[in-house]
């Protein structure tokens, strides 16, 4: 992801870099606003393709910006492909290139609920099937809140002694507080035989 990550972001640097055209069209629409009616009148085509240009020109380095987002990631950060409050969860709205918490209020300059979580990694949520994540406070907020499903995954914070493994083994231990291991929802399907059935079992005497 990496190397797509720079190619990109140096194709968008040459592609701005050669849009004079963008420049010239702008500066074209001014001096032409300058003139009388008569000169006024012969650039309205101009209104339009000036819009354009300052569009592409917008579009092309907001894109940048998002691959600089992506690069910069640490490589501590939540597994989750998609941004949240990190102190409320899954309460964001987006507009305009703008992201707002429906709770807090807090906002940020970018769509980041449509961006990878870039919060450190603080618990390790494991699904009914043994797959492991590492995920973000914001998150586990999330999957315990809202999980839709009646035997929710495992959240679980790691110690406060000790390290997550991985790419986090070189992160600081996590923050101490109550241990929490808390049954949240995992993907819903039938339980299979000889897993997670606890039911007890009543045998006939023979």
């Known amino acids: 992801m ?6 990109g972001q140096g194709r968008i640097r040459w ?4 849009c004079y055209w963008v420049t ?10 300058q003139g009388d009616d008569a000169v006024r009148r012969t650039g309205f085509r101009l209104n339009d393709a000036a819009g ?8 092309l380095q907001e894109t940048a ?17 998609w941004g949240v409050c990190p102190e409320h969860g899954n309460t964001l ?3 305009g290139g703008t992201t707002r918490c429906r709770t807090c209020g807090r906002t940020w300059g970018y769509n980041r609920d449509n961006a990878p979580c870039a919060e450190p990694a603080t618990h390790r949520l494991t699904d009914a099937d043994g797959v492991e994540a590492l995920i973000c406070d914001g998150h586990a907020i999330d999957v315990r809140s809202t999980h839709p499903c009646t035997r929710p995954p495992r959240v679980q914070e790691p110690p406060p002694t000790s390290r997550l493994p991985g790419p986090c083994a070189e992160t600081q231990p996590a923050r101490p507080r109550t241990p929490a291991r808390l049954e949240e929802s995992a993907p819903c ?9 606890q039911t007890p079992r009543h045998h006939r005497r023979t």
Request: negative net charge; charged residues 30%; proline residues 5%.
């Open 93 to 95: 709205t987006s507009t």
């Open 24 to 33: 010239a069209i702008t500066a074209l629409h001014e001096e032409l606003r």
């Open 52 to 59: 354009w240009a300052r569009k592409i020109a917008q579009d």
């Open 65 to 81: 910006s998002d691959m600089a987002r992506i690069a910069a990631r640490p490589d501590d950060s939540c597994a989750v492909p």
């Open 15 to 18: 592609i701005l870099f050669h």
């Open 2 to 7: 990496e190397h797509h990550v720079t190619a």
């Open 189 to 197: 399907h039938p339980l299979r035989r000889g897993q997670d059935d």
